[in-house]
């Protein structure tokens, strides 16, 4: 049964950039019709859909982020990764990951979650 | 962007109750509709897919319509594990957006 699971620095500083890492395990990450997203839920808010990485390396970003936000995919690892730059207070908030069903734009596994906070 | 608007945000209700909840787009999505559902500390877990497919595993006793932009998702008869709260999602256009969730809570 796949699973997916992030890691990363629980605190970054303002201005600095949040890096998480997804790691997949339990499947190949190259298998099936997929792609593969991050989504952020700030404490007692709604999800925000931050962008999502195929494994042919294509990816597409939400706008309100694109300038500063970077996920690239290692099919070797079974990973892939974000990055944001320049983040603020705002940007504190659960961070996920996910597996997307390319039909239907179905978040269909998603991994545990991870604060992030954003503090000097 | 594609707005996804879900009413109401919170509601109460009583085991073995019926519970409805509205996501209406901005826009035309046509069928492009998804249901989650979270519980508290937990990732989102899928109930609905393209509107009104039960996703596998998914007891029956919830189910969802759509008519032109509105979309509704019932759950017949409440039950203690329902308790939750709710998303839609639309997979219509990039980016893809959430609804701001539905609290359902004990009455």
């Known amino acids: 049964q796949v699973q997916l699971q992030e890691s990363g620095p629980g605190l970054v500083k303002p201005s600095e950039t949040l890096s998480l890492t997804c790691t997949v395990s339990?499947?190949?990450?190259?298998?099936?019709?997929?792609?593969w997203s991050w989504i952020r839920q700030p404490a007692g808010k709604g999800l925000e859909w931050i962008g999502r990485?195929?494994?042919?390396?294509?990816?597409d970003y939400n706008p309100s982020l694109k300038s500063r936000v970077t996920i690239s995919v290692d099919t070797s690892k079974n990973q892939f990764s974000l990055k944001l730059s320049s983040v603020t207070a705002a940007d504190t908030a659960v961070y996920y990951c996910?597996?997307?069903?390319?039909?239907?734009?179905?978040?269909?596994?998603w991994g545990q979650g991870t604060t992030v906070i954003v503090s000097s | 962007d594609i707005q996804m608007t879900q009413s109401p945000s919170s509601l109460s209700a009583s085991v073995g109750g019926r519970v409805t909840i509205t996501c209406r787009a901005s826009q035309s999505i046509g069928s492009n509709l998804n249901w989650y559902q979270q519980t508290p500390g937990k990732a989102p877990k899928v109930l609905m897919y393209?509107?009104?497919s039960l996703q596998s595993g998914v007891p029956s006793r919830f189910s969802g319509s759509e008519s032109g932009t509105d979309f509704t998702l019932t759950i017949s008869s409440l039950q203690p594990e329902d308790f939750a709260t709710y998303f839609c999602?639309?997979?219509?256009?990039?980016?893809?957006?959430f609804g701001g969730g539905t609290k359902v809570e004990i009455k």
């Open positions: 393209a509107a009104s």
């Open positions: 990485v195929y494994t042919s390396g294509r990816t």
């Open positions: 999602q639309q997979s219509y256009s990039i980016p893809l957006t």
């Open positions: 339990g499947g190949s990450i190259s298998s099936g019709s997929y792609h």
């Open positions: 996910a597996r997307v069903a390319i039909l239907h734009d179905l978040f269909n596994i």
